[in-house]
């Protein structure tokens, strides 16, 4: 594995003010390496602004289901109303180089270093599954072949880990890095830049550092204000404004 420290981020969702804030911050913190799980796009008013800014900043980008969505033109039956609208709103937005990019993002990548990145599950991702509960997880470990894997999709930061048969689930620490164990499979939600819905409205990422085998997740604070104002002033839902103040 390389030495550098990578910032894996996921579930952008248009959010410029918080993509910026998460990125200053690891900046600060000695990040060299930046990685993207997907949902780059939709809910938010910055859409053509964060694949922009992911493109120039990644070295690995995952597509997620609000990025498909966005960039094929399939029904939309499937999605609440709500979502249903911000991804038509979102296509309107996005510029032909936005939509060649994102559509061409795999499902999920494994790096020379022994690390899986995905955006839901390993478990047939692109059904775009949730890992919520053990059973989920278990469906999921069954195809990872690396000691860690990272996702996002549920937009609340958790690590499930798998020593022989037996799962355990555990909330993201925030009192510093965790240490990986050899023995163990990790599966290592990074939580959700753009919008968070663990009751926590700060951006959620996470610092690995391959070479201390570590993890280290981060809450950061940013212009909540400015994001939740340019959704109601692109007449987007006031509900996707309000719940980046919640958290919800
Ligand atoms: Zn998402």
């Known amino acids: 594995m390389s030495g550098s420290r990578i910032a894996v981020i996921s579930d952008i969702h248009s959010n410029l003010e918080a993509l910026q804030a998460v990125v200053d911050d690891a900046r600060g913190r000695d990040v060299s390496d930046f990685v993207c799980l997907g949902d780059i796009v939709g809910y938010?008013?910055?859409?053509h602004e964060c694949v922009e800014f992911i493109r120039k900043l990644v070295t690995v980008a995952i597509r997620g289901n609000h990025d498909h969505y966005c960039t094929h033109n399939e029904c939309l039956d499937d999605f609440q109303p709500t979502a249903a609208n911000v991804i038509a709103w979102t296509r309107r937005q996005l510029e032909p180089a936005d939509v060649a990019w994102l559509a061409g993002l795999p499902y999920s990548k494994t790096t020379p270093g022994g690390v899986t990145y995905v955006h839901g599950t390993l478990?047939?991702?692109?059904?775009w599954g949730y890992v919520f509960d053990n059973l989920d997880a278990a469906a999921h470990f069954a195809y990872q072949r690396t000691g860690v894997c990272f996702h996002g999709h549920t937009h609340a930061p958790v690590v499930f880990t798998k020593r022989g048969t037996e799962i355990v689930c555990y909330d993201a620490p925030t009192d510093g890095p965790v240490t990986l164990s050899l023995g163990e499979k990790y599966l290592v939600n990074v939580g959700s830049v753009g919008q968070p819905r663990d009751g926590e409205p700060g951006a959620s990422y996470v610092i690995f550092s391959p070479k201390d085998r570590t993890i280290?997740?981060?809450?950061?604070?940013?212009d909540i204000d400015a994001a939740a104002g340019k959704v109601l002033d692109a007449g987007l839902p006031p509900l996707l404004a309000e719940r980046l103040r919640?958290?919800?």
Do not use: C, K, L
């Not at 938010?44 to 859409?47: D, V």
């Not at 478990?123 to 059904?127: G, I, T």
């Open 246 to 248: 919640t958290g919800r």
């Open 44 to 47: 938010n008013a910055n859409p």
């Open 123 to 127: 478990d047939s991702p692109e059904h």
């Open 216 to 222: 280290e997740f981060r809450r950061v604070d940013y």
